[in-house]
């Protein structure tokens, strides 16, 4: 089996730590002095509704929108003064489709290695390795938009992992996906984890999603990380059979139902769109 092999200069520290993080949109603080640690070869989830600040938190850790206050550091680099480098050892699969249908999952991963740089003796074998890891390897001469909504998304992570980066971050990796989808991203996700030794960020509002996958989480909402904790330590401060919708429900103060008319609206349509 080929592993992709990571070359981190954070070995043996955090894969990220974030101090007071904040990103302020006017009068509003969409992030609110976030701090946290998530180690090396760890699944670390980001829960709560949408709006609750998931992804704007996951945009200045990817250096695509400036924090107001605070600081990072990321696979060992400093997100204000190094984003460079910080690009240099991070993987991103946003929430929108990034796969082009009119390509083959072979043409994506290509395009995607040339656009990381990859050297061109080493583009071959990587991709080889990124379609085993994924499961693609019988599909990847088929055109994408033939592909399941999971198995575009599978691809996409595949697309993230070409340039061994230290640091994956998913956003929404299962939004819109049926339960089969959902549970093959799940098993893929934890491959990811123990072939390439990254550390692994999922932002998600499926509470069994995180509970399911999650070594730790860390629970937002209104822009503030309330707790951080394994599903099982957060679930047993509640009590037997607690759930970590009860969790929420009980830090916030509400139920985990899952944004606005816009939120989904949005859902449904990135759903037709995957189907």
């Known amino acids: 089996m080929t592993v992709i092999g990571t070359d981190s200069p954070a070995s043996g520290r955090p894969a990220i730590e974030t101090f007071g993080l904040t990103r302020r949109f006017g009068a509003l603080a969409a992030v609110d002095g976030a701090s946290l640690s998530v180690r090396s070869a760890e699944i670390f989830g980001l829960i709560g509704p949408n709006g609750a600040g998931k992804s704007t938190l996951i945009k200045m850790l990817t250096t695509m929108l400036p924090p107001s206050a605070g600081r990072a550091i990321i696979a060992g680099f400093d997100l204000r003064t190094q984003a460079g480098q910080v690009r240099r050892h991070i993987g991103y699969v946003p929430q929108l489709l990034s796969a082009d249908g009119e390509l083959t999952g072979y043409e994506n991963l290509l395009l995607s290695a040339r656009l990381y740089l990859v050297p061109r003796t080493a583009r071959e074998g990587r991709i080889r390795a990124a379609l085993a890891l994924m499961g693609l390897t019988e599909v990847r001469d088929r055109l994408v938009r033939q592909y399941s909504g999971g198995m575009i998304r599978r691809l996409e992570i595949a697309q993230s992992t070409l340039h061994a980066p230290s640091v994956i971050f998913l956003d929404e990796p299962t939004e819109g996906l049926d339960p089969v989808g959902r ?66 429900a009980q830090m916030t103060g509400h139920a985990a139902e899952g944004g606005s008319y816009r939120d989904v609206r949005r859902t449904r349509r990135a759903a037709r769109e995957h189907a």
Not at 191 to 196: A, G, H, K, N, Q
Not at 238 to 247: C, K
């Open 183 to 248: 549970h093959a991203v799940w098993r893929h996700i934890r491959d990811l984890r123990e072939r390439l030794g990254a550390a692994v960020v999922v932002t998600t509002h499926y509470m069994d999603e995180a509970d399911a996958l999650c070594d730790r989480i860390a629970l937002i909402d209104r822009g503030r990380i309330l707790v951080t904790d394994t599903p099982a330590a957060l679930k047993g401060q509640i009590g037997d059979h607690a759930t970590l919708d009860d969790v929420f």
